[in-house]
């Protein structure tokens, strides 16, 4: 069994992103990413495949067994009534999270974030423990992820990027994801950051020309990364704030009112966004500190928990694990999948990103900690 299982995993810890499809594609073509599109469908059709006879195995339910002293931190992002178009897989639709949080609720123990990490340091986790976090903090949080978790008791962690809350701005890969799904262009060209013409005929050519874009755009200098943003929003012409949006952020008041509920926490997650490794000093200085210092303003209780935005390993360094200690962060999590135990490094704790995509087989895989660590690129 476990043979088996060693052999698919590989297959299944690999996330086909839509930046996986810009990296197969030309520089200049529009043929070879229709290729590339069908190539994924074929991948993701494969592992659905491969997960679901795993399932039918057992392998989920002899996963959680060897979870002892381990705990489950599960991520993710904005919830929308129905998946978005262009496809953009951190955002999941009602209906999946309410499967996949009653999947949770009968096969974990769901603590309070604070409670489970206070536990795992002091090895006293109960057997099968989970938290759940939801990142960035957009409204969607109050209208669709909080009714699904106060229907069915569970508690959640809310990371909140503080710079656009009550605005109609929108987070930069939000902001870009607008732009590619409301241009009238037909065609954008990408060339200067390495992408050729990218056809925006289709919502799955603007959501791949999208995803190629933002996944580029992570791996440059925060300097670069505004530009390269001003730049291909300008170009695709369609800039409109975000008010009733997928991406409208919370206000306040809202953040606030969930919170008075006693089942949702409010923690940092930086001011705008960016990648803190990508970032001069000051800069990564100011991100913690004035979003741990606008939590500490707006809620009346210092912060002791914060994600990292983006969070694979190579997205945060002593830098900014420094300035967290100075602002009296106690853990800080990535997006590194795995299980926390008692010796992860209290300021990287992996977790288990989940997408919007995933079938629930996948999922079941996924949170039973069965798919291996590996860092994975969310967008976010
Ligand atoms: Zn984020």
Redesign the pocket.
Known sequence: MWQMVSEVRTTLGHQTLPSDVARSTTRTGNRRPHGALARMKRREAAKDLTARILCAAGVPTLARRQMRGRLAILNF?GVETKPLSPPCHYVIDTATLRRELEFVRGHFQVLPLEEALERLRAGTLPDHAAALTF??GTRNLATHAAPALRDLGLPAAF?L?TGPMGTGEA?WPDRLWLAFARAKVSEIDLTAIGHGTRSLRSAADRGAACGAAVGHLKELSDGQRMAQVESIVATLGAEFDAYGGPFQMLCWDEARALASEGSVTLHP?TVT?PILSRCPDQKVEYEISESCSTLDRETGHAPAIF?Y???RRADFDERAKAALRRNGIRWALSTTRGLAHRDSDPLALPRIVIMGNFSHARFKLHVSGTVPSRPLNPW?
């Open positions: 992002h990142d960035d990371f990027a987070l997650h966004h994600a935005p983006n969070g976010r």
